[in-house]
């Protein structure tokens, strides 16, 4: 069987925030080309040791210690793969929205 080769120029990358829903204020800026894996790691990566110390680990634990999810948008996305780019935007957003 053959392995299928993705060519980086077809990648879809996302920059997202983090809100929190006590407060509908944004927390976090980041990017990843897969949503679903990077929000699972910010809300289980927090409980482990290495990570405890991270502020946006901190503030996810809180949120969800109070019984809630922490809100995921997307607020802009890049294709094809352009890493100058993507890095670019994601400090805008941040920039913009923090």
């Not at 080769?5 to 990017?31: C, F, H, K, N, W």
């Not at 995921?72 to 890095?87: A, K």
């Amino acid at each position: 069987m053959a392995t299928e080769i993705v060519s980086r120029d077809l990648i879809m990358y996302y920059i997202y925030a983090l809100i929190d829903p006590r407060t509908e204020t944004v927390y976090y800026i980041g990017q990843t080309i897969n949503l679903t894996a990077r929000v699972y790691t910010h809300k289980s990566c927090g409980r482990k040791a290495h990570y405890k110390s991270y502020p946006v680990y901190q503030h996810t634990n809180e949120i969800l210690k109070a019984g809630l999810q922490p809100i995921v948008v997307t607020v802009d996305s890049v294709e094809p793969y352009h890493r100058e780019i993507v890095l670019r935007l994601e400090e805008c957003w941040r920039i913009e929205m923090l």
